[in-house]
Nanobody, 122 residues
Framework: QVTLVESGGGSVQAEGSLRLSCAAS??????YGWFRQAPGKEREFVAA????????GYGDSVKGRFTISTDNAKNTVYLQMNSLKPEDTGVYYC?????????????????WGQGTQVTVSS
């Protein structure tokens, strides 16, 4: 059984930092990603990484501020978030894909975590 468990969310002031973790169990996947959803808005791509080659991709709104990485030994994916803004507030979801390459579309992800809340105050 495949499970993805996120952790590390919380409340922070603007310009602060948080690191999200996503522990995967059951198998490894070709690609992992982070998405977020704010109240009343559609789910938004944040970042993605390929498991073996460490290629990455980022949404325009987080480029230069967020960094995705993996610890293959722990089968864990991280999202380091710096210089946080109030508009970064939302529920952050980890996802795993069997597709190769940096996967941006949420339709290509096969498994999802339960989400972790991130709240950034001004």
């Amino acid at each position: 059984q495949v499970t993805l468990v996120e952790s590390g969310g919380g409340s922070v002031q603007a310009e602060g930092s948080l690191r999200l973790s996503c522990a995967a169990s059951g198998r490894t996947f070709s690609s992992y990603g982070w998405f977020r959803q704010a109240p009343g808005k559609e789910r938004e791509f944040v970042a993605a990484i390929t498991y073996n080659k460490r290629n990455t991709g980022y949404g325009d709104s987080v480029k230069g501020r967020f960094t995705i990485s993996t610890d293959n030994a722990k089968n864990t994916v991280y999202l380091q978030m710096n210089s946080l803004k109030p508009e970064d507030t939302g529920v952050y979801y980890c996802a795993a894909s069997k597709s190769t390459g940096v996967v941006i579309s949420d339709r290509l992800y096969d498994y999802w975590g339960q989400g972790t809340q991130v709240t950034v105050s001004s």
